[in-house]
């Protein structure tokens, strides 16, 4: 079946900018995740969703960045003013549940260059 | 806080032999433990889990992994490695309970398999 999908791919914007991501998780899935990896800091985890429930931002590095789920599938991240340190793969996951072992399952990332 | 070890950054290794790649994990109290490939330009690959039982975890493409509790460990193994399991693999924890649903990465390690 279909996975994770996200875009755009590829996205390249000017300082100060503000920029979009998007993600659509696998169908069914309640709990959805947003990660960066960058060369610098590895993977790390920013927010994540499960159902109605509040998201737990954690992981958010700044009030720079939000993120919205609506209609509990799809899902913005949003980036304010953007800086060069933004610059990163942003990638999403979703899987069936949030708690215990469940498998979370990764989309192909959206590359962010910000000049 | 929970941390996961991945204390080579690269290994080196000739087509047909076996491959070791080296995990150490903190958590408090049990873990659920992953291992993820990643190819270049794409996102996460789900290869195997540890959730519960039998030590010795088997996962796609031939990898299986060891869950040692009294040494924090959880190392990827493969008997032959082929030369197209070269990639970059994350080994990755999560909490139980009230430690949170995000996964915790280690920096990786790159696998590189010559012929």
């Known amino acids: 079946g279909a996975g994770v999908s996200q875009s755009p791919s590829n996205k390249v914007t000017e300082k100060g900018k503000d920029v979009e991501l998007r993600c659509d998780p696998i169908s069914g899935h309640t709990a959805l995740y947003w990660y960066r990896q960058s060369l610098g800091q590895g993977l790390e985890f920013l927010i994540y969703?499960?159902?109605?429930?509040?998201?737990?931002k954690s992981g958010l590095p700044s009030d720079r960045f939000s993120a919205e789920r609506t209609g509990g599938s799809v899902s913005t991240l949003t980036i304010q003013r953007t800086q060069q340190e933004d610059s990163a793969v942003y990638l999403c996951?979703?899987?069936?549940?949030?708690?215990?072992?469940?498998?979370?399952?990764f989309g192909p990332g959206t590359r962010l260059l910000v000049l | 806080a929970q941390s996961v070890a991945q204390p080579e950054d690269q290994v080196n290794v000739a087509e047909g032999n076996p491959l070791t790649v080296k995990c150490t994990y903190s958590?408090?109290?049990?873990?659920?433990l992953f291992w993820y490939v990643q190819y270049p330009n794409r996102g996460l690959q789900f290869l195997l889990k540890y959730i519960t039982g039998d030590n010795l975890v088997k996962g796609s493409y031939g990898f299986e992994a060891e869950f040692n509790k009294s040494q924090t460990s959880f190392h990827l193994k493969k008997p032959s490695a082929l030369v197209s399991d070269s990639a970059l693999y994350f080994c990755?924890?999560?909490?139980?309970?009230?430690?949170?649903?995000?996964?915790?990465f280690g920096g990786g390690t790159r696998l590189m398999v010559k012929p």
């Open positions: 996951a979703s899987s069936p549940l949030a708690g215990g072992g469940e498998t979370q399952y």
């Open positions: 958590v408090s109290g049990n873990p659920y």
């Open positions: 969703f499960q159902g109605n429930s509040a998201p737990d």
């Open positions: 990755a924890v999560k909490g139980r309970g009230n430690a949170g649903n995000m996964l915790t």
